[in-house]
């Protein structure tokens, strides 16, 4: 998707910040570029392991799988341990785990891929392409931290392009509990697709699996739309006291787009006023 820039909005969103050295200037096409990598190959072996897993399971390992099952539902212990503990896990792990791994990757390549272009454009020379700011403790994914969370690779000039993708940020790197719960029925859609692919069960057994995938994923689809136009639709909340650096970055996607519809009904009452 090609970008445009303003050259005055993009003074304005620099802010006075102090320009990049010419060390940097040499080096942070290659730097981005590099990260860009990094952040994909995340994204290649979330998907790789969510996705070949699938049929590795149902062929190479079908044998240990099955084993496995049939011993674990040859008691009732067993088959409430799995029912209550092992479904509800695996559910979590692979439905709410896969899309904040896949969701907190892809946006940050494609960022790091657009500063990597930015870099080389003279029109960009003279400011900082990114920046950082801070998440309250707990308040987005990733291991713990002592004090705020840092997100990083933020534009520091907007485009309508890089608000796209920074919606899609916001909902990778912020904790959102109906998200997760829109995921659930895509991790146990990962179960239902092993049991529709491995040999040795009846032909109804591999129907009724696959049927029950699709209609999971198809749920988690639904769902999971619902859920990131929730997040965008919802009020903003007044400023922190450090201003709009100690906001999230799902606050600031809020924040931006209630902006935004504000100015477009503002021009609207402008226009009918002059009609």
Do not use: C, K
Not at 1 to 25: F, I, K
Not at 114 to 131: F, I, K, M, P, Q
Not at 144 to 156: D, F, H, I, K, N
Not at 223 to 236: D, E, K, N, T, Y
């Amino acid at each position: 998707m090609p970008e445009s820039s303003n050259g005055a909005a993009g003074t304005a969103a620099v802010g006075g910040a102090e320009p990049p050295g010419r060390a940097a200037l040499v080096l942070r096409p290659l730097g981005y570029l590099l990260v860009g990598l990094v952040w994909t190959t995340i994204w290649l072996l979330a998907v790789l392991l969510l996705v070949g897993s699938v049929p590795y399971l149902a062929f190479v390992d079908s044998e240990g799988l099955v084993a496995g099952v049939e011993d674990r539902l040859s008691t009732p212990l067993g088959v409430l341990g799995l029912v209550i503990v092992g479904l509800p896990v695996l559910a979590l792990a692979i439905g709410a785990g896969g899309w904040y791994v896949l969701t907190a990757s892809w946006p940050l390549a494609v960022l790091s891929f657009t500063y990597a272009v930015r870099a080389l454009r003279s029109d960009y020379r003279g400011e900082r392409l990114s920046r950082t700011s801070t998440a309250v403790w707990g308040s987005s994914v990733g291991p713990p931290t002592v004090g705020r969370v840092a997100l990083s690779l933020q534009p520091v000039r907007a485009t309508p392009f890089t608000d796209a993708v920074m919606r899609f940020y916001a909902a990778g790197w912020s904790v959102d509990g109906r998200t997760v719960l829109a995921m659930l029925p895509a991790g146990l859609a990962w179960p239902a697709a092993i049991t529709a692919l491995v040999p040795g069960v009846s032909g109804a057994v591999h129907l009724v699996a696959g049927l029950l995938a699709v209609v999971l994923l198809a749920t988690s689809a639904v769902l999971g739309v619902r859920a990131f136009r929730a997040r965008l639709s919802g009020p903003v909340g007044p400023l922190p006291d450090g201003g709009v650096g100690e906001l999230t970055a799902e606050q600031r996607s809020r924040r931006l787009t209630e902006l935004r519809r504000q100015r477009e009904r503002r021009l609207g009452e402008g226009v009918e006023d002059a009609g």
